[in-house]
């Protein structure tokens, strides 16, 4: 907050009794509780009213949506999450390189603040929706797996990417299995459907482990001996160390605002037959582009760039194969 006599960053925290951080508790958090649907004639038809777990020590999440109308029974679809009550508190700093909870303080220590930062594949799915049960006694059971990729970008974006010689593990979650239960009976399962995001699926199968992801962008927080030259005398120089708790190279971004992205996917059903689904990205012909001109005496990865991030993440593909992995139709797509 700024002084009294000028404007609160927040105006409807401002008081002239409290300060900060006892104005704080001013904020207030609202939740849609339910839905009323009405004719024309104001009569109410419908409604639809939503169940929290109204818990103050953990995050806020939606319990059940039950549905009511007049002359019909209530539908009431039930929501669970994976070990909700462990996440941390908000602002805890315990956040990976994007943002995730990885369950390791982020001390501002030079050397070490990178690994700090990395992602933690144990507690990744902490708070993430895992079943959906149904008014008719069914349910649907989410799989999730931690994101990872085997190519990352060069340094300046409109450069090759690299490739690695073994996964890695990027903040976030991709689903990996979509199980029902008609019956809402555990011994009444179906994988409905399973995805691997992988580039040797038609030699390996269901074992097949090199990732199709890209990293869209690199992190780093310090940077030792950092030059910067006059622009108008290479003889006139400044040397300096950088450090920053926030990576201050460009956004990390793949596509529709996501830090990672597939090649290829496969969309396996229930009886083993399965559609492979290539897309757009950086390694087949998508890369971002440099600037037309600058005024540096040298490029860095700091500078503007044109995004192709429009151009990523698109269908280029689909083909269908049979449970004894003959293909039976083929789509490709132009943009």
């Known amino acids: 907050l700024r002084s009294e006599s000028s404007i609160a960053f927040l105006p409807v925290l401002k008081s002239e009794k409290d300060g900060y951080p006892k104005c704080l508790e001013r904020l207030k958090w609202y939740k849609l509780d339910e839905i009323g649907i009405e004719n024309k004639d104001k009569r109410l038809l419908k409604k639809i009213k939503f169940a929290y777990n109204n818990t103050s020590n953990e995050r806020l999440s939606l319990s059940s949506i039950r549905e009511e109308a007049a002359g019909r029974s209530q539908k009431t679809y039930s929501f669970y999450y994976n070990q909700a009550d462990l996440l941390p508190e908000y602002l805890s700093n315990r956040t990976d390189h994007w943002g995730f909870y990885n369950n390791v303080y982020a001390r501002i220590d030079v050397n070490d603040y990178y690994s700090q930062r990395e992602p933690n594949s144990s507690v990744l799915s902490y708070g993430v929706l895992n079943k959906i049960t149904y008014p008719t006694g069914g349910y649907t059971r989410f799989v999730f797996e931690p994101h990872s990729y085997r190519k990352q970008l060069s340094m300046n974006r409109w450069e090759q990417c690299e490739s690695l010689s073994a996964n890695k593990v990027a903040g976030g979650l991709r689903i990996k299995q979509i199980i029902n239960s008609s019956s809402g009976n555990s011994q009444d399962e179906i994988v409905k459907k399973e995805y691997f995001y992988v580039t040797d699926y038609l030699v390996n199968g269901i074992n097949s482990k090199k990732s199709s992801g890209i990293l869209g962008g690199r992190i780093q927080y310090g ?79 700091y500078e503007p760039y044109a995004s192709r991030d429009c151009e990523r993440g698109k269908l280029l593909s689909k083909v269908q194969y049979s449970v004894e992995g003959i293909k039976k139709y083929s789509q490709s797509y132009l943009y």
């Open 223 to 301: 940077f030792s001996n950092y030059v910067v030259y006059a622009f108008n005398d290479r003889n006139v120089k400044r040397r300096m160390n950088v450090f920053s708790s926030q990576s201050v190279l460009p956004a990390c971004v793949n596509a529709q605002s996501s830090h990672i992205g597939y090649s290829e996917v496969i969309e396996r059903n229930a009886d083993g037959s399965f559609t492979q689904l290539r897309f757009t990205n950086f390694d087949n012909g998508h890369l971002d582009e440099p600037a037309d001109a600058i005024i540096q005496e040298s490029r860095t990865p």
